[in-house]
Nanobody
């Protein structure tokens, strides 16, 4: 079992910055794939950024809508993932969720409870 706790959300103005944190506890491993998703009111959950484990080094990807503004990173020693968000837009308003795919011994997917970000114009 992996438990995920997100923090760092809040109410900000357009062009502000925020940093989200996701801390994993329980079964901790260094080879998780981790990701940030978000769900805006009335819309489906969408992926924002991901970190995929690779023996050659993490592979980080972003949704086109956040490229150049968001930076995803993790500290494996602390089992923590971060999402640094800059130049936030009202369209960024959503609940942001941390996601972990634990590859073994049985592949399992875990979600955090989410943290609300509201961006005012």
């Amino acid at each position: 079992q992996v438990r995920l706790v997100e923090s760092g959300g809040g109410l900000v103005q357009a062009e502000d910055s925020l940093r989200l944190t996701c801390v994993a506890s329980g079964r901790r491993a260094s080879n998780y794939d981790m990701a940030w998703y978000r769900q805006a009111p009335g819309k489906e959950r969408e992926i924002v950024a991901s970190i995929r484990f690779s023996f050659r080094g993490d592979i980080i990807s972003y949704a086109d809508s956040v490229k150049g503004r968001f930076t995803n990173s993790r500290d494996s020693a602390k089992h923590t993932m971060y999402l640094q968000m800059s130049r936030l837009r009202p369209k960024s308003t959503a609940i942001y969720y941390c996601n972990v795919i634990d590859p073994g011994p049985v592949r399992s997917i875990y979600w955090g409870q989410g943290t609300q970000i509201t961006v005012s114009a």
